[in-house]
């Protein structure tokens, strides 16, 4: 199977009460891990890229095609979408060129009438091809890529506003942050999601900063409507703790150096552990 739009495994996700995991891949031990695990578990799944992963990874083209080839060369059967984090206007119609299945638009630093004319566009262009597309009112908090929010609560008439422009999905600020959240953070705000939702009615609804919000928060959102969650910085943690622990073991070639291959394995393997507890509580295992 190669690479599907997020659509059908949303709305599948809607209707049953479970929401799929978008887990942001860094470079190929990553992508290895979340496919390799997804296939395991029979769980859809989402492919995250930021702008800045991208450029990491020499452009979306390259990406592109990576995950393309290593959706053939294993054998993944479950369904694959390859979605823009975060995307910027011009970051949008790079990765359509670049022939990913899904795409964000964040329009919500921009007024609320830029954000409708813009996403309008992207609208169209995306039904021509196909492919599905995510735009956000309300800003997440934290940082992506360089861009700070506070962690604004979305109002729920600009929501609609969006919603009815046709996108696929909508990821709405509930609060919710990039990275850790800190010891005071208040919790979501399921009064704003149950705004949201009753203006939007069976729109799939997105939760970013999966990372660190408690699993009967997360239970809860997806009771309200809540079809993807995404998952970032937990993997980031483990990764980087589990090759840390590798390197102090000192377990290099006899003085040579490490040999990559067996140096990046805990971490991948940290990734596959994560992907599988995080499913769990989204509850897609088994629906692909």
């Not at 929401?19 to 995250?48: C, D, R, Y």
């Not at 039904?127 to 597309?133: I, R, V, Y």
């Amino acid at each position: 199977m190669g690479l599907v739009t997020a659509q059908d495994m949303l709305e599948k996700a809607l209707k049953g009460k479970y929401a799929v995991g978008q887990f942001n891949i860094n470079n190929l031990e990553w992508t290895k891990s979340i496919l390799q695990t997804s296939q395991e578990l029979g769980a859809p799944v989402i492919l995250g890229v930021s702008e800045g992963a991208g450029k990491y990874m020499t452009g979306f083209k390259v990406v592109a095609a990576m995950v393309k080839a290593m959706i053939e060369e294993m054998n993944i059967t479950v369904p694959v979408a390859l979605h823009l984090d975060h995307g910027t206007y011009e970051g949008c119609y790079k990765c359509i060129k670049a022939g990913f299945s899904s795409i964000m638009f964040d329009g919500s630093h921009f007024p609320i009438e830029e954000n409708v004319a813009k996403t309008t566009e992207l609208v169209h262009v995306c039904k021509q091809l196909g492919l599905s597309l995510e735009a956000e009112v309300g800003a997440i908090g934290g940082e992506e890529d360089g861009v700070i929010g506070k962690g604004e609560c979305a109002d729920p008439d600009e929501c609609k506003k969006i919603a009815d422009l046709g996108v696929t999905m909508l990821a709405a600020g509930i609060g919710n942050i990039h990275g850790k959240y800190p010891a005071n953070w208040p919790g979501l705000s399921f009064e704003t999601l149950a705004a949201v939702k009753e203006k939007v009615g069976d729109m799939p609804l997105v939760l970013h900063g999966g990372t660190g919000i408690p699993t009967d928060q997360i239970k809860k959102a997806i009771s309200l409507g809540v079809a993807k969650i995404n998952v970032n910085t937990e993997c980031q943690l483990s990764f980087q703790a589990a090759t840390r622990r590798y390197v102090e073991e000192g377990k290099d070639l006899a003085g040579k150096g490490f040999d990559p291959r067996k140096l990046l394995a805990p971490g991948a393997q940290a990734i596959k552990d994560t992907v599988k507890e995080k499913m769990e509580i989204f509850g897609c295992i088994g629906k692909a």
